[in-house]
């Protein structure tokens, strides 16, 4: 009899012993803020409320399991929330959508991915992809292309410093160009030292294949920090040539505070942006933070460039070429 009982508490036991393998974290950032917009056209300025001046408001749901000799299997759903309205992104885990394997060889996912530009562009970017004035601005369907759906991912682990990631992803055509996205990127990490290049190929004409190509830096030395970038996205075209370049700094001050400080650069065809933007984030606690961020964009007689934050985009219309646009906002960013 106790024998029977003895096992019969080992087995009710084992699924305990399971569970305990595995893990899934619920997560997310709320961010919102009172902003002031001008796309410097009749009717262009405004007052409104935002999410995501600072990081895009998000919710995600984050898994691993432990398969034994140093094997994990990974999962991540994360998905886009516009906090002034309540309302979801059109694709639902929009942001990022994988399942994969982790152990000493790296990491392999299958799914919708970051691709390896945007890593390097989110490392050397001294606004931190947040604020009035990051260069989120180069990643759209015309520059450079951020993340890739239908794709298999890989990224090494480092050695000595220096770590490979590369992306496939499939257009899934029945004809005409394939519109498969090809990508590699080489990053260095050391103390405070921040290198990266990478390069994109997409096939999205029947001859001739769009380019994409970044190179960012950084590092850091105490309460300071200094960061850039040169992105470019080559189309298949004339006058299709986008260019950015990022120049910025941050500053530790008071213990909670930080000022970040950006210039940037645009330039395509004969149209060119030149832009300075300034922000202010003041830590209340390890979680939550208050700031103010604030951008003005010079165009020449043919520029149409945009200011782009984490979640937003103040650009003029296309029919209004040498429109200067400005923004400003106060908010507040809590993470969980």
């Known amino acids: 009899m106790q024998r029977k009982l003895l096992a019969a508490a080992l087995f009710a036991s084992l699924p305990l012993v399971a569970a305990a393998q595995s893990s899934v974290t619920i997560y997310g950032i709320a961010d919102a803020s009172i902003a002031r917009e001008d796309t410097d056209v009749a009717g262009g300025s405004r007052t409104v409320v935002n999410s995501g001046n600072q990081s895009s408001s998000r919710i995600g749901f984050r898994g691993t399991e432990d398969l034994g000799n140093g094997l994990k299997a990974i999962f991540n759903l994360e998905a886009g929330v516009a906090l002034d309205t309540g309302a979801g992104d059109s694709?639902?885990?929009?942001?990022?959508?994988?399942?994969g394997l982790e152990g000493g060889f790296g990491l392999i996912t299958i799914g919708?991915?970051?691709?390896?530009?945007?890593s390097i562009a989110g490392q050397s970017d001294i606004l931190g992809q947040g604020f009035y004035g990051t260069n989120l601005s180069s990643f759209n369907a015309t520059r450079l292309t951020r993340r890739l759906s239908n794709s298999v991912n890989y990224k090494s682990s480092?050695?000595?410093?220096?770590?490979?990631?590369?992306?496939y992803g499939l257009g899934e055509t029945g004809t005409g160009p394939s519109l498969d996205t090809a990508g590699v990127g080489l990053e260095y990490a050391n103390g405070g030292l921040f290198l990266g290049a990478g390069y994109h190929q997409v096939e999205r004409l029947a001859t001739g294949d769009d380019k994409e190509y970044a190179f960012g830096a950084g590092y850091k030395f105490g309460a300071i920090e200094v960061k850039g970038n040169y992105m470019v996205g080559d189309r298949t075209g004339a006058n299709n040539k986008f260019e950015q370049m990022n120049l910025g700094a941050a500053m530790a001050v008071g213990g909670a505070g930080k000022v970040f400080v950006n210039v940037q650069r645009n330039e395509q065809a004969s149209a060119k942006?030149?832009?300075?933007?300034?922000?202010?984030?003041?830590?209340?606690?390890k979680r939550t933070n208050v700031y103010t961020t604030l951008a003005s964009m010079r165009n020449n007689g043919a520029g149409t460039f945009g200011i782009n934050a984490s979640g937003v985009n103040v650009t003029p219309p296309a029919t209004?070429?040498?429109?200067?646009?400005?923004?400003l906002a106060i908010g507040m960013r809590h993470s969980f």
């Open 273 to 285: 942006g030149n832009l300075i933007a300034l922000a202010y984030s003041h830590s209340l606690s």
């Open 91 to 99: 694709a639902l885990f929009g942001r990022r959508a994988v399942v």
């Open 320 to 327: 209004a070429p040498g429109a200067d646009p400005t923004a």
């Open 112 to 118: 919708r991915e970051y691709t390896p530009i945007a």
């Open 158 to 167: 480092t050695m000595s410093g220096f770590r490979v990631t590369a992306a």
